[in-house]
């Protein structure tokens, strides 16, 4: 593993202690572009808590630059600075981060890389999307943006609220299943003991 896959596995397995997800599970979107002041980001921050009551707070780790673990609803993603552009550090599969968080962050960060960029920022060409193995290995993609946001930027309401409903009897339905496991578990024993107390008799 060299140094860059070992930041990497560092980063990841940071974010999985906020994201409440293994490693393996969390999918980074980076935004490569020259970011020239830091305001842009406490900008970004700003817009989402005061304009869409999208709440976030400052995290512990090493990120590869400052971490803020942004918070609507049911979703949850990790928004990172850098100079070389904004990353989001999510959920693989997250339905309700995808189809309404992460395209929110987007389009305001759109608006204000608009702002501060005198010569009209145009859109990301590519976006850098990876992810890590079970052995620590980056596993890289560049895609067009529209390919990543082929839905629209700002979803009906019904279908954001259906999906994270869906989301909610997911997890659920997994916590149902657990418990449900554990109590077998709990009946399975007694009878293995018993069995083994006949054995011994009988000898």
């Known amino acids: 593993m060299d140094y860059r896959e070992k930041a990497f596995k560092e980063k990841f397995d940071n974010a999985s202690l906020y994201l409440g997800v293994e490693p393996e599970q969390i999918v980074s979107l980076k935004f ?23 709440s976030y707070q400052k995290i512990d780790g090493n990120f590869q ?3 803020y ?3 609507d609803t049911n979703s949850k993603v990790i928004l990172v600075e850098h ?15 995808l189809l309404q968080l ?28 990876r992810k890590i ?5 980056i596993k ?23 999906t994270q409903r869906i989301e909610s009897e997911i997890d659920s339905l997994k916590n149902e299943i657990k418990a449900l496991s554990e109590r077998i578990k ?16 009988k000898k």
């Open 69 to 71: 673990l942004v918070t």
């Open 102 to 129: 992460i395209p929110l962050i987007r389009q305001c960060w759109l608006g204000i890389r608009n702002h501060f960029d005198s010569h009209h920022h145009r859109g990301f060409r590519n976006i850098e999307i």
């Open 186 to 201: 709990k009946v399975e024993k007694p009878s293995t003991r018993k069995t083994t107390i006949k054995k011994a008799v």
């Open 83 to 97: 100079e070389s552009g904004l990353e989001l550090l999510y959920i693989a599969g997250s339905i309700a981060s």
């Open 65 to 67: 630059g400052t971490g």
């Open 140 to 162: 890289e993609d560049r895609v067009p943006e529209e390919e990543v946001f082929c839905t629209p930027l700002l979803p009906n309401s019904l279908i954001v609220s259906a």
């Open 32 to 54: 490569r572009e020259t970011v020239s002041s830091y305001s842009e980001y406490h900008k970004l921050l700003d817009v989402l808590q005061r304009e869409l009551h999208i």
């Open 133 to 137: 193995d079970i052995k620590g290995r």
